[in-house]
């Protein structure tokens, strides 16, 4: 079973930011919270990892609370080209890494 | 430049009959796993291996198998078992006991009829 939560499906307008929250009530103290993107037919692509407070990148920012029972994605300023599935996992050095259904994003023009 | 390699992309094979999906990665990775993708779902694992000669089930195995005799291939045989075997399957690989994430393939579309 998936050790997270996210929302099926949300749409947003080019240009706006766009936060995904994950939830993951039995995260491990030894639990890295990682995120991918995929598009259709391709497979899944890093986009950001972190462990605590706020992480950023080139394409997205990962904050994450004190308690670590969840997180959010931050797109600024999406485009067309964002549009495509977005998981979150927990993942530590041991176990197998196992996938949730993802959120479905759809960008609006 | 690194990366895996999934071969062919698209697959079509008969009831009945077992089929192998290629993976080979020149990353030098411990670690590959094999997923299994069905439209609008996400991504179900099937077999990992986390060193070369060892290999453990994920929660789908039934009806598939793997090998790991080298480090750079990870080979996933679709059986004639597996119930419902068309599929979009993923195969991905990571440096094996830390925290880097996976790097995956583009994946190898079956279709079983």
């Known amino acids: 079973l998936a050790k997270t939560t996210q929302p099926i499906s949300m749409d947003s307008y080019e240009g706006q930011e766009v936060n995904i929250t994950c939830s993951h009530n039995?995260?491990?103290?030894?639990?890295?919270i990682t995120w991918y993107q995929q598009f259709p037919s391709q497979g899944p692509r890093f986009i950001i990892q972190?462990?605590?407070t706020k992480v950023t990148n080139e394409v997205a920012s990962l904050f994450i609370p004190a308690d670590r029972k969840s997180s959010t994605l931050s797109l600024p300023r999406v485009s067309l080209s964002d549009t495509a599935v977005y998981y979150c996992?927990?993942?530590?050095?041991?176990?197998?890494?196992?996938f949730g259904k993802g959120t479905r994003l759809h960008i609006l023009p | 430049d690194g990366g895996i390699t999934q071969s062919p992309k698209y697959l079509f094979r008969k009831e009945g009959q077992n089929v192998t999906l290629s993976c080979e990665q020149n990353?030098?990775?411990?670690?590959m796993y094999w997923y299994r993708q069905d439209p609008g779902q996400g991504l179900r694992l099937i077999y990992y291996?986390?060193?070369?000669?060892?290999?453990q089930k994920g929660d789908i195995a039934e009806g598939y198998s793997v090998s790991r005799e080298k480090k750079e291939s990870f080979p996933l045989t679709v059986t004639s078992a597996q119930k419902n075997p068309t599929a979009f399957y993923l195969c991905?690989?990571?440096?094996?006991?830390?925290?880097?994430?996976?790097?995956f393939g583009n994946g190898t579309r079956l279709t079983v009829t």
């Open positions: 991905a690989s990571t440096p094996g006991r830390d925290y880097s994430p996976l790097h």
């Open positions: 990353l030098n990775h411990d670690a």
């Open positions: 039995n995260i491990a103290t030894n639990d890295y």
């Open positions: 291996s986390q060193i070369v000669n060892d290999f």
């Open positions: 996992l927990t993942m530590n050095r041991d176990d197998k890494i196992i």
């Open positions: 972190g462990y605590k």
